[in-house]
C-alpha cells in the first residue's frame, strides 16, 4: 500500500483481526440475518472501517478514501486524490470500485475529470475503495453499531442505495479488489478470510425452493417495471 499510495497522504488502520473476536464462524444461509448470524470475521471487517471512519470525523477534512489493502489502483487514480473538485454535489458516498457484475445505474451521468459518475440505484457489493463525506460517515456509524449483515450488505445493498440517493459510481472504475484480476493477489496474506457457506452444508429446503421458484418471476417483473419507471438501466461498469 505504501508503495501504491506514494507522494499521497495517507494513514494505515490496522484491521480488526475477526478471529480474536467472539461469534460464529460462518453465516448460516438457512436463518434470518441478524447480529447473532453474522460470523466473527465479518464482524470484524465492520469494525475495521468503523475505525477509519471514526479517525476521519477526528479530523477537519470533508472527504475521505477509505482502501482495503487488497485492492488494485488504475493510473488514473492518484489524479482523484489531489483535490475534491470532481466530487459530485451532495455525493456521500462515491464508489470507486467494480466487480464487473451488471448493476443498475442512472441514466443521467455528471462529469468528473476525465470520467464520470452516476447514482447507483442496485446492489453494487464490495468495499474496497470508495469516498464518503462527514456525513455519511456519521451515517454508517450509527448504522453499524450492531451490524445485522456484511458491511457491503449495510452499505451498497439495494435497500440502502434507495434510501439513500446519493450513493454514486464511478465510471469506468479506478479501482477493482485483486480477487477480480488474473494474478491480482501477489500475496498470500491478501487472500480474503472470511469464509463462505457451504451450500452443501446448508441445503435449502424443498419448500423453500420451491417458493423461492415461484416468485422469482414476479419479482423480476417488479424489478423490471421499477427499473423503466425510474429512468435507469443496467451497465456493467469497467476497470480503467
Known amino acids: 500500500m505504501s508503495e501504491l499510495l506514494q507522494g499521497l497522504p495517507f494513514e494505515r488502520i490496522p484491521a480488526v483481526d475477526g478471529k480474536t473476536l467472539e461469534g460464529c464462524e460462518v453465516s448460516d444461509p438457512q436463518l434470518p440475518m441478524s447480529y447473532e448470524n453474522l ?58 470500485e467494480t466487480t464487473r457484475q451488471p448493476i443498475l445505474l442512472s441514466r443521467r451521468r455528471i462529469s468528473c475529470r476525465d470520467r464520470c459518475a452516476a447514482v447507483l440505484k442496485s446492489a453494487h457489493f464490495g ?23 456484511p458491511l457491503d450488505r449495510l452499505m451498497f445493498s439495494r435497500a440502502t442505495t434507495e434510501v439513500s440517493p446519493y450513493t454514486y459510481q464511478m465510471i469506468p472504475a479506478p479501482c477493482i479488489q485483486s480477487q477480480h484480476v488474473r494474478n491480482g493477489i501477489a500475496f498470500s496474506e491478501l487472500t480474503s478470510s472470511i469464509p463462505l457457506p457451504d451450500d452443501r452444508k446448508y ?3 424443498i419448500m423453500l425452493k420451491l417458493r423461492n421458484e415461484v416468485r422469482r418471476p414476479f419479482l423480476q417483473a417488479a424489478h423490471f417495471l421499477h427499473n423503466l419507471l425510474s429512468g435507469a438501466r443496467y451497465y456493467r461498469v469497467n476497470f480503467a
Open 39 to 96: 460470523s466473527r470475521y465479518n464482524r470484524g471487517n465492520v469494525m475495521s472501517h468503523r475505525l477509519a471512519w471514526t479517525k476521519f470525523l477526528e479530523t477537519d477534512e470533508r472527504f475521505a478514501c477509505i482502501l482495503e489493502d487488497d485492492v488494485v489502483l488504475s493510473p488514473g487514480f492518484r489524479g482523484f486524490m489531489q483535490d475534491e473538485i470532481w466530487l459530485p454535489a451532495g455525493g456521500h458516498v462515491v464508489k470507486l
Open 127 to 149: 468495499t474496497a475503495a470508495y469516498v464518503i463525506s462527514r456525513e455519511g460517515a456519521r451515517f454508517f456509524l450509527e448504522r453499524t453499531t450492531r451490524p445485522d449483515r
Open 203 to 205: 441445503p435449502k429446503p
